[in-house]
């Protein structure tokens, strides 16, 4: 995943809030997987901002640390191969 990609979640899973983060179910395969708190910001942002810039202002925020964000984009793009989100063009 490119700091520069805009995502938006598959409009077939749907989330669940949960104290960890949130539950997401698709609805095509009836997969079952868990989103840590700190994916809802991007995977929530309906692709309105690049995971880049969502990851810079969690980072000035003091939310997420600098070190953790080539890990998450490792993360989100497993969630696009498992087709939970894609990146908007």
């Given at each position: 995943?490119?700091?520069s990609d805009r995502i938006r979640l ?46 810079n202002e969690l980072v000035g925020r003091?939310?997420?640390?600098a070190e953790s964000v080539p890990r ?18």
């Open positions: 995943m490119r700091p598959d409009p077939g899973i749907a989330l669940r809030p949960e104290r960890f983060g949130a539950l997401a179910y698709s609805y095509r395969d009836r997969q079952l997987l868990f989103i840590d708190r700190s994916l809802l910001p991007f995977v929530g942002s309906d692709g309105e901002r690049p995971v880049g810039e969502i990851a003091g939310l997420l640390e998450l984009m490792a993360v989100l793009e497993g969630l696009r191969r498992k087709g939970v989100v894609h990146v908007v063009v």
